[in-house]
């Protein structure tokens, strides 16, 4: 079997990012808790490094990005958003939040994968 590369390992983060963003953007009519999506994060960026170990980080940063992304893309775009207030820098500060969200995540899975045994990259 072949190893993941880094570009499929960037398609499974992108893709668990657009799902987080559209649970975030569609789901309820865009009123679903912060706390949900936090956890999405949390759990994917986890699994990616419990995974991958190291590796994850490729997917986890896809995985993040998506999130502020949507947002950003709203707000040029000057569509309606949840995000109070709908700013550069409340779309600057969801990103920074996200990513320190995704970097719990991924080392925490990084640790999962190292006390499994799993020292080396997938």
């Known amino acids: ?3 993941w590369n880094w570009s499929r390992r960037f398609a499974v ?3 668990a ?3 987080i963003a559209c649970v975030d953007n569609f789901a309820f009519g ?3 808790s912060p706390i949900v999506i936090v956890a999405l994060l949390m759990a994917s960026t986890a699994t ?3 995974i991958w170990g190291r590796g994850g980080w490729i997917a986890a940063l896809a995985a993040w990005i998506c999130v502020p992304l949507a947002h950003l893309a709203k707000h040029v775009l000057g569509l309606p958003d949840t995000l109070q207030p709908n700013t550069y820098t409340s779309i600057l500060m969801l990103a920074g939040f996200t ?3 995704a970097t719990l995540g ?3 899975g990084m640790l999962i994968h190292r006390r499994g045994g799993n020292s080396g990259p997938a």
Do not use: Q, R, Y
Request: avoid cysteine; proline fraction near 5%.
């Open 1 to 3: 079997m072949k190893p």
């Open 13 to 15: 983060g992108l893709g």
């Open 17 to 19: 990012g657009i799902a």
């Open 30 to 32: 865009g009123e679903v």
């Open 48 to 50: 990616f490094g419990g």
């Open 99 to 101: 990513f320190a969200i």
């Open 106 to 108: 991924t080392g925490a």
